[in-house]
């Protein structure tokens, strides 16, 4: 393992000229007239994303782009012959806990952007030195500007055992760690993989697993539990095609997206519309040059087909029986439930799963928590905070 090294992100001009004479020649699908149907019933409407990309390639801020990607200090790092790029960002307050932040797809570290400072400063946002972290964020292997695997086998163990050696090499020997999405996934092979690198763990998705050796789960669900759980059943077929494609043939997949600009910025854009609680803020809205920054970075460092392998990994390794041990390891858990979250564990089955100390249902917030709420989600991180301080003091 090599010592970290600074990183930049840089944007080629030759790339953004690409990019912008592919999307002049976008060959344009037929569509449907909708009437007065949802628009977004199909996927993502013509009219959208016309003007979605006439932006990306007029009026998008290349520059802009590229300070907000540079925002806070960035690293890239050797971990078994494989560069990880993380970000790493200090508390000013000495006794900050270190704390592991995990992405998922087709999301990016970008995403903690606004949580940060409320993490490692506290203070400067009205709240308690004693509730500080020193903040590690890394780009999941394939992501962004970490390098993918070149060999079947990086699923979220893999992944969870790498970004153990990376927070050992910082110094943090041991660390509390948050996920969600394919965060969350990775975050659940930790108490198996480096248990005693663990304070305690945050989860900001639970997928809706019954619980081991329990004849009928059904029966320890709410009346509101089981009619959320009915809910998110029926709703599963519409929203769950991609990870089939994604988990089964990725790279028949890829060439498509590695190709067109205008198929991957509606392949990734019909995430946020479907998985955010308003997604009104980024995709017509101020949050609109984010996700441009997000599919950029896609683009730009050409990840996408290595991003989405990962589905194929994870399924491989469950068909093959090798799955998150259930029950998990008792390390001290935290969740947090969010309403617009698309996968959600109910809490009588999440207690039988998980050492559950801290729970709570948030007023607001989607999948990408942390993009869309991040005043709730630093809030929830520090709750899970004191609960695992008033444990160890007791």
């Known amino acids: 393992m090599t010592a970290p090294t600074r990183f930049a992100a840089r944007f080629d001009p030759a790339r953004i000229a690409d990019l912008r004479r592919r999307l002049s020649e976008t060959i344009w699908p037929q569509e449907l007239n909708h009437g007065e149907a949802d628009a977004w019933d199909y996927g993502v409407p013509q009219a959208y994303l016309r003007d979605l990309l006439a932006y990306w390639a007029e009026g998008f801020d290349w520059d802009a782009a590229e300070r907000f990607f540079n925002r806070f200090d960035q690293y890239t790092i050797d971990i078994d012959g494989l560069t990880t790029h993380f970000v790493h960002v200090r508390s000013p307050h000495p006794e900050a806990r270190p704390l592991l932040m995990m992405h998922g797809w087709p999301g990016s570290v970008f995403e903690f952007w606004e949580a940060i400072p409320r993490l490692t400063d506290p203070v400067a946002h009205g709240g308690d030195a004693a509730d500080a972290f020193h903040v590690v964020c890394p780009s999941l292997p394939g992501y962004g500007y970490s390098e993918p695997a070149r060999h079947r086998g990086m699923g979220p163990r893999a992944i969870a055992a790498r970004h153990d050696a990376l927070m050992q090499a910082l110094g943090y020997a041991r660390y509390v760690v948050q996920g969600g999405d394919w965060g969350a996934l990775v975050a659940r092979f930790m108490p198996e993989v480096c248990p005693d690198s663990l304070i305690g763990v945050h989860y900001n998705l639970v997928m809706p697993t019954p619980p081991a050796g329990v004849d009928d789960s059904e029966n320890l669900l709410t009346e509101a539990e089981r009619a959320a759980l009915e809910q ?63 599919i950029s970075l896609y683009w730009m460092t050409r990840s996408i087909g290595s991003s989405i392998r990962l589905y194929r990994e994870y399924f491989d390794a469950v068909f093959a029986g090798q799955g998150p041990q259930v029950p998990c390891p008792p390390v001290p858990t935290g969740i947090t439930d969010y309403p617009a979250e698309i996968w959600r564990s109910p809490r009588s089955w999440a207690t039988r799963e998980y050492h559950l100390v801290h ?36």
């Open 359 to 394: 729970w709570n249902a948030a007023p607001r917030g989607g999948h990408f928590a942390a993009l869309e709420v991040p005043d709730v989600f630093a809030q929830e991180l520090q709750a899970f905070g004191r609960t695992l301080r008033d444990i160890t003091t007791n």
């Open 232 to 294: 998110a059943r029926a709703r599963d077929f519409s929203v769950s095609g991609y990870s089939h494609e994604q988990g089964t043939r990725p790279q028949t997949l890829a060439y498509a997206l590695s190709d067109s600009p205008a198929g991957l910025a509606a392949w990734i854009a019909e995430k946020f519309f479907a998985w955010t609680d308003d997604a009104a803020p980024f995709l017509d809205g101020p949050g609109r040059d984010w996700l441009l920054c997000n």
